[in-house]
């Protein structure tokens, strides 16, 4: 990935000023020998072991927002990436999928072994420890997110699974968030655990416990991904302010819901022609100085219109929001058939974020590409899409409602049909797992 680059480049200069500014210069390192075991089981190091847990599940965030970004409507791929291309047309095998599937797996393989540490040092008091209520909630959001992106599960090595097991585990996990966090006194980890258990109850299909744990966030709640240039900087910031890789133009948020405050962007070239591209692109000079200043996608050819949601390279990565939770309750009185309360819940979001309010629809009605807003599932669409925009969620709202974008939609170029709507098990785990190597998914 491009953050760990950034790293192994700081390194390089750091040696090159060594060479040549410090004629004295020591490159001996010295090895302190290993470090053992006993030495980490020390009762000051437990916050240290949280954290680590935390940035585990840090390097999932951005990763799954830049390239989920790409793969869907999210945001148009206008860079030179070959998997740029790959995912812009809908395209996404088993070999694309080994970064994503390692990731999250190591995140809640992190937050287990961390729990069997705390465990260890603390004893009976790790079970009101509010790190330990982290560490679950870790673990079950980590549950979640492979839940939401992976077409099938495995876990250990063992026999492949319907993805609805990582919502059963995230649900373990999380309850045990809720558990530890009451005793501790850790009210935030309560509240994002109770945000976790709504989503993955939504793909359980359990409305009703869904809506019970969403009614225990408030609308102005939001736990996120925490990024720090100490540490890992936001992919998609990266990727738009850092380098024009991808954009805005085309997307629904510029074409459809152009203007709403969940989407914002910054037109940083102007087509000549907007009726011929050809034509070429100038710089409206108001980006200059900012990231890298490009008024052109990576491509030489497409106008950069960049995102500002994310206008920081620390800018954080939201994973369980209140006004989500409100979206969550408006889809349960959707699928009941209560239209009043759809648009009560859809209202409450739009008026946190100072939209208009909407009417009542006339009906349920049925998804349309691009969003035609005049009926309560399309709405639900319009208002998923903009609250949870470049959040790494937007693939599983296209599965999930088998959406007409899967059907060849596209942004720029042509698309795949069908598009790709979750992540394959990746070909490292058909290859090291004889469990599966059999199975339909590897063969």
């Not at 980006?287 to 800018?315: I, V």
């Not at 049925?366 to 009926?375: H, R, T, Y």
């Amino acid at each position: 990935m491009m953050k760990r680059t950034g790293r192994a480049g700081i390194g390089g200069v750091a040696v090159v000023l060594c060479g040549v500014g410090l004629a004295g210069c020591e490159l001996e390192v010295l090895n302190p020998g290993r470090i053992l075991d006993e030495d980490l089981t020390t009762r000051e190091l437990m916050p240290i072991l949280v954290s680590g847990v935390s940035a585990e599940f840090n390097d999932i965030g951005d990763f799954y927002a830049f390239d989920i970004a790409r793969l869907t409507d999210d945001l148009s791929g206008t860079g030179s990436y070959f998997s740029t291309g790959q995912y812009r047309r809908g395209v996404f095998d088993n070999e694309n999928s080994e970064g994503h599937w390692e990731q999250a797996h190591e995140a809640a393989w992190a937050a287990g072994g961390a729990w069997e540490r705390l465990q260890d040092v603390l004893g009976a008091e790790a079970n009101s420890f509010d790190g330990s209520a982290r560490v679950f909630l870790l673990m079950g959001l980590a549950h979640r997110m492979l839940g939401e992106n992976f077409c099938d599960l495995v876990y250990d090595k063992g026999p492949l699974q319907p993805r609805e097991a990582a919502f059963d585990s995230a649900i373990v996990a999380l309850n045990q968030a809720v558990s530890i966090g009451t005793a501790a006194g850790a009210s935030d980890y309560v509240t994002a655990a109770h945000g976790g258990i709504a989503q993955a109850n939504v793909g359980l299909g359990n409305w009703s416990a869904a809506v019970q744990s969403a009614s225990m966030v408030p609308t102005n709640f939001v736990h996120s991904a925490i990024y720090h240039l100490t540490a890992n900087s936001n992919g998609v910031w990266n990727e738009s302010w850092g380098r024009a890789e991808v954009g805005v133009w085309a997307t629904p948020a510029q074409r459809v819901f152009d203007g709403d405050p969940r989407a914002p962007y910054t037109i940083c070239g102007s087509w000549n022609d907007p009726n011929d591209p050809s034509k070429g692109v100038t710089p409206t000079g108001v980006c200059t100085g900012q990231g890298s200043g490009a008024h052109q996608g990576a491509d030489g050819l497409t106008a950069h219109y960049r995102q500002d949601k994310y206008n920081e390279s620390g800018s954080d990565v939201p994973i369980v929001t209140g006004t989500e939770m409100r979206l969550i309750e408006a889809e349960a009185a959707l699928v009941g058939g209560d239209l009043a309360t759809f648009t009560a819940k859809v209202n409450e979001v739009r008026a946190f974020y100072g939209a208009e309010p909407i009417e009542q629809p006339a009906a349920a009605g049925a998804l349309e590409f691009p969003n035609a807003q005049d009926d309560a599932w399309s709405i639900l669409d319009r208002e998923r899409y903009l609250t949870l925009w470049i959040e790494g969620r937007r693939l599983w709202d296209l599965d999930r409602w088998q959406h007409p974008f899967l059907q060849g939609g596209t942004l720029i170029g042509p698309g795949a049909e069908p598009r790709v709507s979750c992540m394959p098990v990746p070909e490292i785990e058909c290859t090291l797992n004889p469990e599966i190597q059999n199975s339909s998914v590897c063969t």
